[in-house]
């Protein structure tokens, strides 16, 4: 009864929204998810579900590919349609013009975090600050944009320019603060509409599962959601080793090493010193 669930996160519905769901249906507390989604965004939510909380932090790090729908002209509190509106200008863009800024924008950045986010300064959430009205320096991040590109046809409608993006990026990336420096190098506002979590790593969109149809038999096994890692099949003798955590030896080319014994995933172990490996994740 452990793995993740890949769960379409449906629109109007927070992260904890579908945790907390998942958890009633399976009957367990141990349960979290591997990135949050805003209310307003739908896609890929993968939950760990018993043991696999352990790798939550794995599969936290790996990149996200999203496809977001841009408004140019109009600025919003909370960078998304769903915010109170600040600004709004006459934009007429051109497709070139976007996608050669966009292509100037793919590499690593100093992004910087919206407001209207749970990051903590001085132990209390950014977005506490916004609603309490308070004046706050908001942090920056080095974040990397892998790939950036223009996926649809630019329209206009009511003085603003509207077009949808596909962006592959790192951990940390946020999507509403990306738009937002589009339209800066655009030398406008601007503002997202849509979000759509297509992929996180090796899970991709398709392979997700309705949030009703959540049970035991949807989990992928820690042993598949640890594909992308150097795994090695092990005899009694070693398992008899790794269960108890002892140090062993390093014979291995590749670290971490992921042991499997009967199928399963059974521990992850790390460098303990140049001839030594050490327990890291234990299932």
Same mark, same amino acid.
């Given at each position: 009864?452990?793995?993740?669930?890949l769960?379409d996160?449906?629109k109007?519905? #927070?992260?904890?929204?579908?945790?907390n769901?998942?958890?009633r249906?399976?009957?367990?507390?141990?349960?979290?998810?591997?990135?949050?989604?805003?209310?307003?965004a739908?896609g890929?939510?993968?939950?760990?579900?018993n043991?696999?909380?352990?790798?939550?932090?794995?599969?936290?790090?790996?990149?996200k590919?999203?496809? !977001?729908e841009?408004v140019?002209?109009?600025?919003t509190? %909370?960078?998304?349609?769903?915010?109170?509106?600040?600004?709004?200008?006459? %934009?007429?863009i051109s497709?070139?013009?976007?996608?050669?800024?966009m292509?100037?924008?793919?590499?690593?950045?100093?992004?910087?975090?919206?407001?209207?986010?749970?990051?903590?300064?001085?132990?209390?959430?950014?977005?506490e600050?916004?609603?309490?009205?308070e %004046?706050i320096?908001?942090?920056?991040?080095t974040? !990397?944009?892998?790939e950036?590109?223009?996926?649809?046809a630019?329209?206009? $409608?009511?003085? #603003?320019?509207?077009?949808t993006?596909?962006?592959?990026?790192?951990?940390?990336?946020?999507?509403?603060?990306?738009?937002?420096?589009?339209?800066?190098?655009?030398?406008?506002?601007?503002?997202m509409?849509?979000?759509?979590r297509?992929k996180?790593?090796?899970?991709?969109? $398709?392979?997700c599962?309705?949030?009703?149809?959540i049970?035991?038999n949807?989990l992928?096994?820690?042993?598949?959601?640890?594909?992308?890692?150097?795994?090695?099949?092990?005899?009694?003798?070693l398992?008899?080793?790794?269960k108890?955590g002892q140090?062993?030896?390093?014979?291995?080319?590749?670290?971490?090493v992921?042991?499997?014994y009967?199928?399963? !995933?059974?521990?992850?172990?790390?460098?303990?010193?140049?001839?030594?490996?050490?327990?890291?994740?234990?299932?």
């Amino acid at each position: 009864m452990n793995g993740i669930l890949l769960i379409d996160k449906p629109k109007d519905m #927070t992260s904890r929204d579908v945790v907390n769901q998942a958890s009633r249906l399976l009957k367990t507390k141990k349960i979290g998810h591997t990135g949050t989604l805003d209310p307003l965004a739908t896609g890929v939510l993968i939950l760990t579900v018993n043991q696999a909380t352990k790798i939550a932090e794995l599969i936290t790090n790996y990149d996200k590919e999203y496809i !977001a729908e841009v408004v140019l002209g109009l600025e919003t509190d %909370t960078l998304d349609i769903t915010g109170g509106v600040l600004k709004q200008e006459l %934009t007429n863009i051109s497709q070139a013009q976007i996608v050669k800024v966009m292509n100037k924008m793919v590499g690593e950045y100093n992004q910087e975090v919206p407001i209207y986010s749970a990051v903590k300064i001085k132990g209390k959430k950014l977005y506490e600050y916004a609603r309490n009205k308070e %004046t706050i320096i908001l942090p920056k991040r080095t974040v !990397a944009i892998k790939e950036l590109e223009l996926i649809s046809a630019v329209s206009y $409608e009511n003085n #603003t320019t509207i077009f949808t993006i596909r962006c592959l990026v790192s951990k940390g990336t946020y999507i509403r603060s990306l738009i937002k420096d589009i339209a800066s190098n655009l030398n406008t506002i601007g503002t997202m509409k849509n979000l759509r979590r297509t992929k996180q790593g090796i899970f991709k969109i $398709e392979d997700c599962i309705n949030i009703s149809n959540i049970d035991y038999n949807k989990l992928i096994s820690i042993k598949d959601c640890l594909a992308d890692y150097h795994q090695v099949v092990i005899d009694e003798e070693l398992f008899n080793k790794i269960k108890h955590g002892q140090i062993i030896d390093n014979i291995y080319e590749t670290i971490p090493v992921v042991f499997i014994y009967q199928n399963k !995933a059974i521990a992850i172990y790390q460098k303990y010193n140049e001839k030594q490996l050490k327990p890291w994740k234990m299932f």
